[in-house]
């Protein structure tokens, strides 16, 4: 039989006593962070929309001034960043304001002005109980 001296019962006690005060700070240390975190409304995959399209921007911004000299990296930066928000208000057409947040809407897509790709050209909320449906002239939407 294999006996073990105080020596080493002693080490195999300390191991485990470390391990065990480890894992017990790592379990308060997730729980503080779950209790103290910012609520969200939405999903994981609205919250990864929303950073997607917050880091672009950033990343964006951050290229801009990545080969400029130091001193006009700043200005340079602050012009973009003007520039991409203007961007994004121009993408909405003449709906840049008005808006039901976290509402259905049936939007109609046209061309966008000079560079932008596309614009919202119509648009319209849904309401519970109607039914929508492409207008007659096969151009825009209608509702009935």
Known sequence: MYAMSARAISKRVYATATVVVLAGLLAAAFLIGRF???????????????????????????QVGASLPADTKDAATKAFKAGYQAGLTDSFG????????????????????????????QRELLQPGVTYRVCKSAVGVCAG
């Open 94 to 121: 003449s709906y840049d304001g008005g808006w039901s947040l976290g509402q259905p809407y049936v939007v109609v897509i046209e061309k966008g002005v000079g560079d932008a790709p596309y614009r919202i050209d």
């Open 36 to 62: 103290t975190a910012p609520p969200h409304g939405g999903s994981w995959a609205e919250g990864n929309a929303v950073g997607y399209d917050e880091g672009v921007s950033v990343g964006r911004a951050l």
